[in-house]
């Protein structure tokens, strides 16, 4: 499992047989600093396929924060001078959207990262098993009315049984 930002925009394709595949990388910074006192990061190269690639695409941009799920896979292939490049990617099981859709990768709010659903606590995301629920819900402004817990200017009735400490 892997949380990072994406270092560029996902790229889709279809093989030769219509099936979707998404490349994309994460930076995922390390939990800890360098001896200047700055943290570093580690960048990933992240495969997805049929309709979470066709999903990651249209939902995920440069800088998005987002949650992989997967296994590391390591290929080999001949590069145009002839030589074998062997590389290492993460092939995405799931892929969780860990923040808002509007939201501009400034690094604040975000639903969390969440077992089953990945975008706040409505879903729109993929589950467990890979499927994607439902599109991402758009944030609504609330309504003061709304909130039980306004400050409307009386003081709140609350006895102790209704707190849970």
């Not at 400034?106 to 589950?127: I, L």
Request: charged residues 20%; hydrophobic residues 25%; contains cysteine.
């Amino acid at each position: 499992m892997l949380v990072g930002r994406l270092t560029h925009d996902p790229e889709l394709r279809y093989t030769p047989n219509g099936v979707a595949v998404a490349n994309f990388s994460i930076a995922v910074n390390r939990p800890f600093t360098n001896q200047q006192g700055e943290r570093e990061a580690d960048f990933f190269s992240c495969v997805v396929w049929r309709k979470q690639a066709e999903n990651v695409a249209n939902y995920l941009k440069k800088g998005s924060l987002a949650g992989i799920d997967g296994r590391l896979q390591s290929r080999s292939f001949e590069n145009q001078e002839g030589k074998r490049v062997k590389v290492v990617e993460v092939q995405a099981e799931s892929v969780q959207f860990l923040e808002p859709r509007n939201s501009q990768g400034s690094g604040g709010g975000g639903g969390g990262f969440q077992q089953g659903g990945g975008y706040g606590q409505s879903g729109g995301g993929y589950s467990q098993n890979g499927s994607y629920s439902q599109e991402p819900p758009q944030r609504q402004s609330s309504n003061l009315n709304d909130d039980p817990f306004s400050n409307d200017g009386k003081p709140i009735d609350i006895s102790d049984d209704d707190l849970p400490f």
